[in-house]
């Protein structure tokens, strides 16, 4: 079994699939590894790192070949249609495929009878904690986003008692509990500051306030407000405003929001309005996980993916769409970690052993044998305007 770790399409990724460690463990395992040239470079894993831990280091003038000769392909982001051309009838591809966007994508993989496993699609369960790429990288972003917007942020964040006078801690609010909101508000525990945070499931009051944060209440509980995966709900045009206007008292008083509300394959909610951002004080930080280059917004009005800017009110907006990537090194080990725990799952001997009986295989299934088999995805692009 070979597998291959080529450079990723997107040439701003620091991010790698393997790190060496990862390598060693699957060399043990009797799998054959290439990687290419630099790959592991912006996560401070050179050439020979690689080598030493087992791996075959590919020149960038025979790159292209490994697409063809490999069996199985690990990516991070969607990879570019012209390497996916190249892939041969059975390839296994594995990695964040962003299905829900990408149909041009998975209609090639289909084409090319690839068996593609899309890693966001791999279900919430007990079983697959190791597997979990997107709460091991929401992870490190909530934890970006904090010392992102302490940095920017013209105020220290703790408390501090001097002869000069006292200084009071920054006001945090956190939009959203899940993996990114609780690491963003524990980070900011940590750093000092007095924190709230805001999430429409109910349940996760209590993990809120064992991060000895504020819990927002909206003053009619919705007990419905997520999915069985344990994602949050669409919201209804009113839930939508009650939320806003509950929230927009507490984003005016804070002196930093970190928002991460967002839905599952869909466009990230619109929480804080241009009005809202006209009323936070001047030199306020708003960092928007949400930011969404597909979508072209985040839970902002004014947040711009992949940008910073200052409004006439002094208001900073980061809409750095890549947190994860500001961490590289350790963003890259627990990917590593993530990709080789779900290899061992698929893999049996040095071959595939697809099991459309476990939903640890069919859930993160994709194409198989020249078909888009993925239930939700297939829904998606019936439904897409031609």
């Not at 998975?106 to 697959?128: C, G, K, N």
């Not at 967002?262 to 009323?279: N, Q, T």
Request: aromatic share 2%; charged share 20%; with cysteine.
């Amino acid at each position: 079994m070979q597998i291959a770790v080529p450079k990723q399409a997107d040439p701003e990724e620091t991010r790698v699939c393997l790190t060496p460690p990862a390598v060693a463990k699957l060399v043990k395992q009797g799998v054959q590894i290439l990687v290419e040239r630099g790959v592991g470079r912006g996560a401070c894993h050179d050439d020979a790192a690689y080598t030493a831990a087992g791996a075959t280091v590919v020149d960038d003038d025979t790159a292209d070949a490994i697409w063809s000769a490999s069996q199985i392909i690990l990516t991070i982001g969607p990879p570019d249609l012209d390497n996916v051309a190249r892939l041969g009838p059975g390839t296994v591809m594995v990695g964040m495929l962003d299905p829900f966007r990408r149909h041009d994508l998975v209609t090639a993989l289909a084409a090319r009878s690839v068996t593609a496993f899309s890693m966001e699609l791999l279900p919430r369960i007990s079983r697959a904690q190791s597997m979990d790429v997107l709460s091991s990288q929401a992870n490190i972003a909530g934890y970006e986003a904090v010392i992102l917007a302490a940095e920017v942020c013209p105020k220290i964040f703790p408390m501090m008692i001097t002869a000069a006078g006292t200084i009071a801690p920054a006001r945090v609010m956190v939009i959203g509990a899940g993996v990114a909101g609780l690491q963003a508000i524990a980070t900011a525990k940590r750093l000092g500051a007095v924190v709230e945070a805001y999430d429409i499931r109910p349940e996760v009051e209590e993990q809120i306030r064992s991060l000895a944060a504020r819990f927002i209440k909206l003053p009619k509980k919705q007990s419905d407000a997520s999915t069985d995966g344990g994602y949050a709900k669409q919201q209804s045009d009113e839930e939508r405003k009650q939320q806003a206007d509950l929230m927009a008292k507490h984003v005016i008083a804070a002196d930093v929001v970190v928002s991460t509300a967002a839905i599952f394959g869909r466009p990230p909610p619109m929480l804080i309005s241009e009005d809202v951002v006209a009323k936070m004080v001047s030199g306020a930080v708003l960092v928007d996980l949400a930011a969404d280059a597909a979508s072209g917004r985040g839970n902002c009005a004014l947040t711009r993916p992949g940008q910073r800017i200052r409004t006439e009110n002094g208001v900073v907006i980061d809409g750095t769409t890549n947190l994860p990537g500001l961490a590289p090194v350790h963003s890259s080990h627990v990917l590593a970690n993530n990709m080789v725990a779900f290899l061992e799952e698929i893999l049996q001997e040095g071959s595939l052993k697809l099991n459309l009986d476990d939903e640890l295989h069919k859930g993160p299934l994709l194409t198989h044998e020249g078909e888009v088999v993925n239930e939700m995805v297939k829904k998606t692009m019936e439904a897409a305007p031609a």
